[in-house]
């Protein structure tokens, strides 16, 4: 499997694609192309000298100056700045690849559940655009449409307008509480969709889930926690010191269903493709959730307190069939 | 006779030689040859030997033409007419018509914005590479793109290690199998398909393929693959005509709204607050969810313990209990485990 370091190739593709880019443009200096592709100075740099030096063999198979780029040496050493004298070979922008074409798809389709999208026929011309641009038929990857919480339109209207809101929020723990939220972002995790924001009681940037929000109310207030002001962390999962640590056993192959709660002692493997795995879980109310939709798969194996909490959630969900159990 | 030298002065880049291939490739009408091009091009001529043999070279061109092709460039071979088959004479080139982007084909600010946030729904894996692939050829045209949508971080994760290779298998149309784990059976069977979609559907993927054994379109959920994916020598005509992907995401919505799921919950509970959301029809505690699969929806509901009890249909009330029954037996009295030899050190 001796391939071309994907470097190499990801290389190729940004001169191609610079060519183009600077023939349209005729004079450009080195740091407005680099933030055109937000790329650093020194890879624009890097790439024009090597533009510079490459052409085809030509008539003679030896490379004769007329063959190869040019540019204007002296304003590129001495400002930084870029003029394609003599061109070779490309001259347009590439097409897409099949692939390329369908991953960007594929994400115009996610995208089309956002309230903003709901000129279907704006994301369907573009569609067809990516397509008509691609050298083959886009591979067939797809997302569905699907229905996308009516609260994450007011919320996203409080984002922009950068105001206040309040809602009610029932925590996994089970607890309902009002919360006052400066929202700074909407993140979505395939279905699921949170808020991330500023919480006026917890005085600390928090994650909701839409679905566990009720009563919105989007107020006139400005926030007072700006998005550029305050770091929110990437992850979704953040652990922290308070966590309940407890090791599970699963198949090897299932890890990449709990793999948001998995710290970083590496698994030890068992028999059978099994192996024990250590997790962080916020507290038991959220482990037994998790363990019970992973019946089956995933066993708590300790704790004790956390292996009791998990078998009382679903004896008391058995309770609730009584008259229906003695079948099983 | 001097051996071939790869002087350090000789030696080019990776990049250095790729590039000069493509614009070789692009700037010949009727194709070069595979000694023309080791002899000439930039990178190859350096190490090409006139006595020959040039097996590594050819070797490497072989990887350099697959690389071009994985960017999307239509680098084609046009076999010899008087001798076809003689791949000594078999001619290489890129038509210039093929790899640019069509004139016609143009973007607003506002599009390259929404493509940008586009790009970003990918976060690790080919799709991610291969979006941010095309967003340089987007940038390479030159057009501002509008503000940036702030305030979004829409992600698709892909979490299922079977989905790389299914898409491989998709481009190249090969037919593979895969171990598949199907609920309430002891057992994975190998199951041998032609891939025809990859589709998400309500946050899971879907594999929509022909079942070479059954000879019948399958879908597959791509969870339930336990084990690699792996390519086997067998074709199956594929039928022309693309469409599979909007094909299957239909069927789904169909299944999806022919099957329906009466559920009680406890209110005040997560379960009520989450799950009314997402009701067909809601009346006091009772609620309607629509569902594709029975043993996806009895995980999702099991997670809601004593705050759902299922009504309808009995299949979804037996997998649910049978959950809950396995989930108490696995977590009642000490480490009864199935392995109690993977102890931690």
């Known amino acids: ?328 | 006779m001097p051996e071939p030298t790869e002087a350090p002065a000789g030696r080019v880049a990776v990049e250095e030689r790729l590039f000069s291939l493509v614009l070789a490739l692009l700037a010949t009408e009727q194709g070069l040859t595979k000694s023309e091009i080791l002899s000439t091009v930039q990178g190859y001529r350096q190490r090409y030997s006139m006595s020959g043999p040039n097996a590594s070279l050819e070797r490497q061109f072989e990887r350099d033409k697959d690389d071009i092709r994985e960017l999307g460039i239509p680098l084609e071979t046009v076999e010899s007419a008087g001798d076809p088959g003689n791949n000594q004479l078999t001619r290489y080139r890129i038509p210039k018509g093929e790899y640019d982007l069509p004139k016609e084909i143009t973007f607003s600010p506002a599009e390259i914005a929404m493509l940008s946030l586009a790009a970003t729904v990918w976060r690790q894996g080919s799709l991610s590479d291969e979006s941010h692939r095309a967003i340089l050829k987007l940038r390479s045209l030159g057009i501002e793109s509008d503000e940036p949508v702030i305030g979004y971080a829409p992600r698709v994760r892909i979490r299922e290690s079977s989905f790389e290779p299914l898409r491989q298998a998709l481009d190249h149309q090969s037919v593979v199998e895969f171990p598949y784990l199907k609920p309430g059976e002891s057992r994975a069977r190998t199951r041998t398909v032609a891939p025809l979609a990859l589709v998400q559907h309500h946050g899971r993927w879907h594999l929509s393929a022909h079942d070479l054994t059954v000879d019948a379109g399958r879908t597959f959920l791509l969870s339930r693959i336990v084990g690699p994916v792996v390519p086997v020598k067998r074709t199956w005509a594929r039928p022309d005509g693309g469409g599979h992907a909007e094909r299957s995401l239909t069927d789904l919505d169909t299944l999806w709204a022919s099957q329906v799921a009466v559920i009680r919950v406890e209110p005040g509970t997560d379960a009520s607050t989450r799950l009314a959301k997402r009701a067909s029809a809601e009346s006091g505690a009772t609620l309607e969810l629509h569902y594709t699969d029975v043993d996806v929806l009895a995980d999702e509901l099991a997670t809601f313990g004593p705050e759902v009890v299922v009504e309808f249909p009995r299949r979804l009330i037996d997998a649910v209990i049978a959950r809950h029954v396995k989930t108490v037996r696995a977590h009642r009295g000490g480490s009864n485990s199935p392995d109690s030899r993977a102890t931690r050190g």
Request: glycine share 8%; with cysteine.
């Open chain 1, 1 to 328: 499997m001796a391939k071309a370091p994907l470097h190499a190739r990801d290389k190729l593709a940004f001169l191609l694609a610079l060519v183009p880019y600077l023939m349209d443009h005729g004079h450009v200096s080195v740091a407005d192309a680099a933030k055109h592709f937000g790329v650093d100075d020194e890879q624009i740099r890097e790439s024009v000298r090597l533009i510079a030096v490459s052409g085809v063999p030509g008539e003679t198979s030896s490379y004769q100056h007329e063959d190869l780029f040019d540019i204007d040496w002296d304003l590129f050493e001495d400002s930084d700045e870029i003029v394609i004298t003599h061109l070779v070979a490309i001259d347009d922008s590439p097409r897409f690849s099949a692939r390329e074409a369908a991953a960007l798809i594929a994400g115009l389709q996610y995208l089309s559940s956002l309230p903003e999208q709901a000129d279907r026929d704006v994301l369907g011309s573009l569609m067809s655009k990516l397509a008509a641009g691609s050298s083959g038929r886009p591979s067939e990857v797809a997302v569905g449409s699907s229905e996308v919480d009516s609260t994450l339109a007011r919320i996203r209207d409080s984002v922009a307008a950068g105001h206040r809101i309040e809602f009610d929020y029932l925590n996994s723990r089970g607890g309902a509480e009002k919360r006052t939220v400066d929202p700074l972002r909407i993140q979505s995790l395939d279905q699921d969709w949170y808020l991330r924001g500023w919480d006026h009681v917890r005085q600390a940037v928090r994650t909701f889930r839409l679905d566990r929000m009720s009563g919105l109310v989007a107020t006139q207030e400005p926030i007072s926690h700006r998005a550029g002001e305050i770091a929110v962390p990437d992850s979704l999962f953040e652990s922290s010191d308070t966590d309940l640590t407890v090791v599970v056993e699963l198949p090897e192959d299932a890890i990449g269903m709990i793999a948001d709660y998995v710290t970083t002692d590496p698994p030890v493997s068992g028999r059978n493709g099994r192996c024990r795995v250590t997790l962080h879980v916020a507290h038991h109310h959220g482990l037994k959730r998790l363990i019970a939709g992973l019946s089956g798969v995933v066993t708590v194996i300790g704790p004790d307190t956390a292996r009791s909490s998990v078998a009382d959630w679903a004896q008391a969900a058995l309770d609730r069939y009584a008259g229906e159990i003695d079948a099983q």
